[in-house]
C-alpha cells in the first residue's frame, strides 16, 4: 500500500461548486504539505502543517483552506473554484530529525479540472 | 520567487551521454533536495546534499554544492532512456521547515 495517498485522483467541477481534496499517510510524519503544479511554474506550496495545531500558508494560500483532522490526515478545500485553481494538486509528508531533515515523500496527485 | 531556480529548463541528450542540471537559491539553506518526477506523478527523493557537503554520490548520481555561490548541480553519467523526467530542486533554511521547489529541469533522453 502506497505511504501517501490522494482522493479523488481525478476531479471534474463547475465554477462556484465546493471542492474537498483529501491527503493520508501512514509514514507517521508530524509534517504535512499542499502543493499544486502548473506547467511551467514548478511547485508551489499552499498550505503546511508541522503539527495538528499548527497550519501555516504558503504562497499561494488565497481561494484555498486546509484542515489537519489528524497526524495522518491533512484535507484541502476549495470554497468555491474558479477555472484558474485547474490544475495538479500534490500532498506531501516529512519529518526533522534522525537525519531526515525534511525529505518529502509525495502522494499520487489530483488533477483538478474547473469548468 | 522561488527559493531554487533550474537551469537549463530542458535538456535533451542521446543514451549513454551525460545529463547535467544547475540549480541556484537565494538564502542560506541547511540542506538541498533533488527530486525527480515521472510526467503528472508524484515527487521522487533522489538525494539530499547538507550544507556542509560539498560532493556526494548515489549511482549514476553525483550532485555538487557551492555555498558561496549559492549553487547545486546533478550530474546523470550514462544516462537511459528510463531517466526522461523532471528533475527539480528544492531546499530549507537552517531551521527546516517548509521546502521550496524550483520550476524543475526537463530532461529528455531519447534512445
Known amino acids: 500500500d502506497a505511504d501517501v495517498t490522494q482522493t479523488p485522483r481525478n476531479r471534474i467541477t463547475k465554477t462556484g461548486k465546493r471542492i474537498m481534496l483529501e491527503c493520508s499517510q501512514t509514514?507517521?510524519?508530524?509534517?504535512m504539505y499542499w502543493y499544486r503544479q502548473d506547467p511551467g511554474l514548478g511547485l508551489r506550496l499552499i498550505y503546511y502543517?508541522?503539527?495538528?495545531?499548527d497550519i501555516n500558508k504558503g504562497e499561494i494560500s488565497d481561494g484555498y483552506s486546509v484542515s489537519r483532522q489528524a497526524q495522518a490526515k491533512f484535507s484541502l478545500s476549495l470554497e468555491s473554484a474558479i477555472p484558474n485553481q485547474t490544475a495538479l494538486y500534490f500532498c506531501?509528508?516529512?519529518?526533522w530529525g534522525s537525519g531526515r531533515e525534511d525529505t518529502q515523500y509525495f502522494g499520487p496527485g489530483t488533477r483538478l479540472t474547473v469548468l | 520567487s522561488q527559493q531554487g531556480e533550474e537551469d537549463p529548463q530542458a535538456l535533451s541528450i542521446q543514451e549513454g551521454e551525460n545529463a547535467t542540471m544547475n540549480c541556484s537559491y537565494k538564502?542560506?539553506?541547511?540542506?538541498l533536495q533533488w527530486y525527480r518526477q515521472n510526467s503528472g506523478r508524484g515527487l521522487v527523493h533522489l538525494i539530499l546534499?547538507?550544507?556542509?557537503?560539498r560532493e556526494k554520490h548515489s549511482g549514476r548520481l553525483r550532485v555538487t554544492l557551492d555555498t558561496s555561490k549559492k549553487s547545486s548541480s546533478l550530474l546523470i553519467t550514462a544516462s537511459r532512456a528510463a531517466d526522461t523526467a523532471s528533475y527539480f530542486c528544492?531546499?530549507?533554511?537552517?531551521?527546516?521547515?517548509?521546502?521550496?521547489f524550483g520550476q524543475g529541469t526537463e530532461l529528455s533522453v531519447k534512445p
Open positions: 538564502t542560506s539553506i541547511n540542506n
Open positions: 546534499i547538507r550544507s556542509n557537503e
Open positions: 509514514k507517521g510524519h508530524d509534517r
Open positions: 506531501a509528508t516529512s519529518t
Open positions: 502543517s508541522f503539527d495538528v495545531k
Open positions: 528544492s531546499s530549507n533554511g537552517n531551521q527546516g521547515g517548509k521546502l521550496i
